[in-house]
Structure formats: structure tokens, C-alpha cells
């Protein structure tokens, strides 16, 4: 295990066009009218485009349900979502939450793929109850929580971004104290592939373990809090990349 990586590689923040080509597809369909303020046929034709024209990197129609069981289980007030890309997850989130009142908190540190998702929520009728912030996801949290003070507990959040932050993220979330024992509920994608190793070993590792572990790690300035109990499942998913995995992860 390291301490947090300064960026992440190139290729993870660079657009090679099709993500903005999806907005332009969107937008040339002859029902982009009903379409409008309707978030099932924005993700339907997200689907479209990404079967018939260019596979995006979403959480998809086959993980994706898992999820939304979880959000109708726990009802969150307020669910937080590291890395956007352009929205679909938003979209599908943003759309369940907004059936019992809570609201999704997006961030996403490409301004563009923001601007992309920003508008396909808009377009989904959803701008009420999702909110995209643009930056760093260690960054926003801490000024969210530190110098904002306007997010005191993680009811359910969602990583989604760089598997190399996943752990230094999960780290500070501890640091921030916004964990709370019997309500945090973390879910992580694509823990199998790429995979996101260290993190898979931090949340299914005793206090004991955990430990040890830090006895080897460089944790920089953050402050993990090994006492934590997890309990941790990963159910697999056949998806259009590969055999993958969610990290569903309950703070005990």
C-alpha cells in the first residue's frame, strides 16, 4: 500500500471524443422530446449509444441494479459519487433517490465529462436532486467536511473513479470521522478489473490486520482508523469488458 498518488495516469482524465459525441447523438434523435424529463430514456438511449456506437465506461445495466437495490433498502438523505464520468450513473442514482426525497452528490475531476454529465441531468429532469461538483475527490470531501462543514456523516457513497484512490479516499473518510458505525454504507467499482487490490485488503482485514498493514504503509498525512469494522462482499458481474465486481461494503 502507498500514499495517494499526485494524478491520475493521462489516459484517465483524456477524452477521446465520444463522450461528447454522445451529447451530440443524444441531442440529433428525432425523440429527444419525449426523451426530456424522463431519466428511464436517457439511460435507455445511453445504452443504445454505448451498444451501437462506442462503449463508455458506465456502471451499466448489469451492475447497476445491484446498486439501485441498496439505495431503495437504506433510502439515503444524500448519496456522494466519486468520479461522474458522464452521467449515467447520475442519472440511475439520482432517479431512485428522488423517489423517497435524497439528493446525489456527483464528483467528477474532468470539467468536461462535468459539463457532459451536467447536461444529460439536466436533460433527465433531475437538476433538483443531483448536484456535480468538479475537482479532486480528496479535495472536495475535505472541503465539504472541513472547511464548508456542510457533510457531518456518509450515509452511502459510491467510488467510481481512479482504483488507486479508492484506498487513501477510504482513508481520509475515516480521518473525517464521517463514517458512522450501523449507517455508512461504501460501494466500489471495478474491483476486479482493473482491480483495486489494496482497498479489497483494507475492508475485509480484522483491526488486527489492519495494524500490521499499516505498519508498512506510506499513509503520507492521512490518519486511518484501523478500529473500524467492515464486513465486505464482492459479487461478480459478467459485463462488455470482462468479469468484474462491486466491493459492498457495510461500516459495522
Known sequence: MSNRPHAPPPHFIALDGREVDLLHW???RSD?????????????????YHTKHNKLMNVG???????????????PSLMIELGGYVGYSAVLFGSALKAHGGKLLSIEINPEMAAVANQLVELAGLRDN??????ASHEVLEELVREKKELKEVELIFLDHWQKLYLPDL???EELGVLIPG???LVADNVIM????????WVKATPEE????????DVGIRRPKPELIYETVVPEFDTDFGKDGLAITKVL
Open 26 to 28: 443524444m441531442y440529433a
Open 32 to 48: 429527444i422530446k419525449q426523451i426530456h424529463g424522463n431519466p428511464e430514456k436517457v439511460i435507455a438511449a445511453i445504452e443504445e
Open 61 to 75: 445495466d448489469v451492475k447497476g441494479p445491484t446498486i439501485l437495490e441498496i439505495i431503495a433498502q437504506r433510502e
Open 130 to 135: 443531483v448536484h456535480i461538483m468538479v475537482g
Open 171 to 173: 482513508w481520509l473518510l
Open 183 to 185: 449507517k455508512s454504507m
Open 194 to 201: 482493473p482491480g483495486a487490490p489494496d482497498y479489497l485488503e
Open 210 to 217: 489492519k495494524k500490521k498493514l499499516l505498519e508498512n504503509a
